[in-house]
Nanobody, 123 residues
Framework: QVQLVESGGGLVQTGGSLRLSCAASGRTLSSYAVGWFRQAPGKEREVVAAIGRSGSLKYHADSVKGRFTISRENRKNTVYLQMNNLKPLDTAVYYC????????????????WGQGTQVTVSS
């Protein structure tokens, strides 16, 4: 079983940048595909980005394509989400999640979840 801890959230102005980290413990993260999801108040949780076990396969939602980049450093047991040109609509709690298998887009496919980190973008 793997435990996940997100960090790097905070308050930023429109156009600013943040880098979220998802650090794993318990098992090596290279065995898992990892996704970043977000949930804004009153809205359903949505996928932001996902990455396969080796890092060669990546997915970014259309809403963040060109602004966000997912990456991983398996030797550090960490997955990152670089977020640039942030907009108020990006305000949400961001979660990382892991699954023992291939990259998937649906949150129900992910077995392990972190506690989330708040990202707030002011206008």
């Amino acid at each position: 079983q793997v435990q996940l801890v997100e960090s790097g959230g905070g308050l930023v102005q429109t156009g600013g940048s943040l880098r979220l980290s998802c650090a794993a413990s318990g098992r090596t993260l290279s065995s898992y595909a990892v996704g970043w999801f977000r949930q804004a108040p009153g809205k359903e949780r949505e996928v932001v980005a996902a990455i396969g076990r080796s890092g060669s396969l990546k997915y970014h939602a259309d809403s963040v394509k060109g602004r966000f980049t997912i990456s991983r450093e398996n030797r550090k047991n960490t997955v990152y989400l670089q977020m640039n040109n942030l907009k108020p609509l990006d305000t949400a709690v961001y979660y990382c999640a892991a699954r023992d298998g291939n990259l998937e887009y649906a949150d129900v496919e992910y077995e392990y979840w972190g506690q989330g980190t708040q990202v707030t973008v002011s206008s």
